[in-house]
């Protein structure tokens, strides 16, 4: 419980404000707390994946913006085994979550069973 939620219990308790007055004061306060969080993350803008094979030559680079990622992944789901098994080896979920955290930098390295590093990246 943060310092302003504790003022408006003391004020009920006073009976400056009613426990609706202050039941609604701290939902409001909730409501700011969300506001400033989601202010103050960044903006994930795209991803980008770094493959490089077992004897490391040719290392491959794909940048996505983050929509056609999303949009890329459920449409080829849908239609391709081969990314299905693909994204069994990648957790989807979890590069989602940085996303929506609006983590930047590398989130996570895999190595598929076919010996291809993959390191992906929030720009």
Known sequence: MNEDELRVLKMIEAGTITAEEGMRLIQALGQTDKLKQSKSRKNVK????HIQDELKTSPVDIKLPIGLFKAG???GEKFSPELQQAMSEINYEDIMQSVDEGVLGEIMTVTTN????????LE
């Open 114 to 121: 076919d010996g291809h590093l993959v390191i992906i990246y």
């Open 46 to 49: 795209s991803i980008r994946l």
């Open 73 to 75: 992944i459920k449409i």
